[in-house]
């Protein structure tokens, strides 16, 4: 689960924000926090983050995305770090980003800081009974060289400190060692780099244009078919059941290019499937089997008033409910794995009641367990303090240098029965939008 995170210099963000999940001293909705066997530090699994368009809503998400995929992958590019940084003060300083988090029952401080050309510092800590044990260390000298201090990663066994100097000397000047451990098989690496490196690959981004929805493992799974019917009727989408409706070989030309279907057709193997979608959103399954070609589409079916089944193309569904799909197999992750979804713009093309709805079956779903539900919005009907607790709603906004600033609710000391929407709209917590009146045309 993320603790804190901590970024400067990226995009919107200049001088270091703090964006932390820890839990407040308010006492209320004990199912939003998640603790160790009833231990300190106990940690909230969800945040909902309001502000202006602009503001730097997106700029926390991008942080997380960009920085965890360069800890998985390194750079993008073998002779530049490309990070966007903060451009409106003129400076050329290095990028800032440290994760607090907590996997396998363990606590970890991650870090490294960057330049353009090359990592200036990295660091790794694991947190034992307020204490900070040093798992390894890379800074910068003044020769421009780098120096390594390792703690608990290296041992007194003489084929460690080789596979060590190994990895250090596999590192590139633009390149996190973490990203060099990622490339090792797990059986050569110590448990807590293999904690830190499945704590990042559980993080998952959703954007509003992030398509999720992936039928080919559900036609063929039935609990998880069972399950993604059950949550969308549990939300208020009418369906009785998702399957394929075999469509003939002599009309697949309707939905698809004869030119693209020849191509699909070339590359066919015997007994073999692949999924196609088209660009109105409908999904195809085109398999091959004993030389015979069949085509499946995958259709919703609703019942009735006579309860007979009908069936719908996903074309024919509204922007809600495709967008709904996206977020369905996300549920379905948490009910079953301890993982940390970020969505930008959550609300997107939902009733604000079904947004609710989401929220709640989260909470439901994952009781007791480790998973956060990070997310932007602009539903001010979810700054609800009887849905959600004042530690779990943050704020974004511009200062007068341009910089994005984050701040939580909690340091409003509101009442936790107090509508709280309408100081948000009057501006009382400043992320709002402001405009000019005056309009030169």
Request: with cysteine; hydrophobic share 35%; aromatic share 12%.
């Amino acid at each position: 689960m993320l603790i804190n995170f901590i970024c400067s210099n990226f995009l919107s963000i200049n001088e270091q924000i703090k964006f932390s999940l820890f839990k407040s001293p308010t006492r209320r909705l004990d199912s939003h926090v998640f603790s160790i066997k009833n231990k300190s530090p106990k940690m909230v699994k969800s945040a909902i983050i309001y502000g202006a368009n602009a503001a730097g809503k997106t700029s926390l998400v991008k942080a997380i995305d960009l920085s965890s995929s360069y800890i998985l992958k390194g750079p993008h590019n073998e002779e530049i770090i490309d990070i966007p940084t903060f451009k409106l003060n003129g400076q050329h300083k290095s990028s800032f980003f440290e994760y607090t988090f907590y996997v396998n029952e363990r606590f970890y401080i991650y870090g490294f800081e960057v330049n353009s050309t090359k990592v200036v510092d990295e660091w790794c800590y694991q947190i034992n009974q307020n204490k900070t044990q040093l798992i390894y260390e890379m800074s910068e000298t003044n020769s421009e060289s780098r120096e390594y201090n390792f703690g608990s990663l290296i041992s007194n066994s003489e084929e460690e400190k080789n596979f060590i100097v190994y990895s250090v000397k596999a590192t590139s000047e633009n390149q996190l060692l973490i990203s060099t451990f990622t490339k090792i098989p797990p059986k050569n690496l110590t448990q807590d780099i293999k904690n830190i490196i499945e704590w990042f690959r559980g993080i998952r981004i959703i954007y509003p244009s992030t398509k999720m929805f992936n039928p080919f493992p559900i036609i063929n799974n039935e609990k998880f078919l069972r399950d993604f019917v059950n949550i969308l009727n549990h939300l208020g989408i009418d369906i009785n059941s998702m399957k394929t409706s075999q469509i003939d070989y002599e009309d697949f030309d309707k939905y698809i290019p004869t030119v693209i279907f020849s191509k699909i057709k070339k590359n066919l193997k015997n007994n073999t499937t692949t999924m196609i979608k088209t660009s109105n959103n409908d999904y195809f399954t085109v398999s091959l089997e004993d030389s015979k070609i069949n085509i499946n589409k995958l259709v919703l079916c609703r019942k009735s008033t006579t309860g007979t089944e009908i069936k719908f193309d996903l074309s024919e569904e509204s922007d809600g409910t495709r967008r709904l799909l996206d977020l369905v197999p996300m549920l379905i992750d948490m009910k079953e794995n301890n993982a940390i979804y970020i969505v930008d713009e959550i609300d997107r093309s939902f009733h604000t009641l079904l947004t609710k709805k989401v929220y709640e079956l989260f909470f439901e779903l994952t009781k007791n367990r480790a998973c956060q539900l990070i997310a932007t919005s602009h539903d001010t009907n979810l700054m609800d303090l009887e849905k959600f607790r004042d530690d779990e709603i943050w704020y974004v906004r511009k200062n007068a240098r341009k910089e994005s600033e984050f701040y939580c609710l909690y340091q409003f000391k509101q009442r936790y029965d107090k509508k709280i929407v309408k100081d948000y709209l009057d501006g009382r917590f400043e992320a709002i939008p402001t405009f000019n009146d005056s309009v030169e045309m």
